[in-house]
């Protein structure tokens, strides 16, 4: 068989772990960014009656819910588009963009499906490092634009570290990147975001003919089981991006739950809000045992362990904790469930305090 050349240098893929199985320890999984709470009755009921017309395909327009996200969000029908999850929609906005061996820019480290989806789709992924304070490095990142580059993806708030660009060195950078070169804001925690100085990408979007807008069902929804995320760009991108969809790729479960999930979004908002309280306590406590945290926008904290990250997470799972390692760089912690972030402050106290 003969296989692309390029396809054995993909980076794979690497999930959140399931928590380990342990008799006598109860065990949590910290390492996906999911949303704690079980899904409401009314978003259920919803995804129930969708079960039930199974034998027959979706509306692949996704019309319905297209419609409510256009009129929630004050942007027009043709302005949206979704996929099986908002990492199915960035392949689409690869695919729509680039050409063979055309860049990507991103900061590294972030959502580590970037420099995947640009290599599956044959374009070349450009990382850029984060600032020490790890934030994304916008000047860095505008500096590296040349002809090649057709997308930008900048992650607001980033993944794995919590920090959100500010509305000013934003909007500065905004200034730098030639209008046909697309930037992505990957806002798949928007909705976790409190700091009033992070700017809503709608706003940066209206003002804008090069800026797309990138959210998710999958976090603050509590939809990341049924695979739905969704754009808001301008006409042509959008147009673009649903020439990229796979056909019928987002199913009729997931259009059905994702609009009950707008019909009950003020309960949703207060489910956030209670894990956003809960981001700010688990901050506090690992501040006051001494650890440097970067203020997360998100839905997880970064510990910056270094070379313990791989110590640490593995010390973490014989607790009966799963999280999230990266490399030599740093652990990312979801938080959000009380009884795992109890077990994972102990667990912080605790390596503070054989560690330093
Ligand atoms: C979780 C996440 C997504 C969402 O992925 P889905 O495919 O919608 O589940 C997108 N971007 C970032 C940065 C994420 O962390």
Redesign the pocket.
Known sequence: MRFRSTLAGIPSYVPGRPPAVRPGVESFKSS??ENPYAPLPHIVEAAERAVRTMNRYPDMAVTALHSALADRLGVAVSQVAS????????QQFVQAMCDQGDEVIHAWR??E?YPIVAAVNGARSVPVPLRADASHNLDAMAAAVNPRTRLVLV?QP???TGVAARGEELSAFLDRIPEDVLVVL?E??VEFVTDPAVPDGLDILRTRPNVAV??????AYGL?GL???YAIAPDEVAAALRTCAVPFGVGTVAQAAALAALEVEDELRARVARIVEARTRVTATLRSQGWAVPDSQ?NFVWLALGAQSQDFAAHCEVEGLTVRPYGTDGVRVTVGDERADERFLALAAEWRSTHT
């Open positions: 996906s960014n996929g099986t999850g908002s990492v199915g929609l960035l972030s959502f499906a992650c980033n993944n794995p990957d798949a925690y990138l959210r998710t069902f999958s976090k990341a695979r739905i995320g998100a």
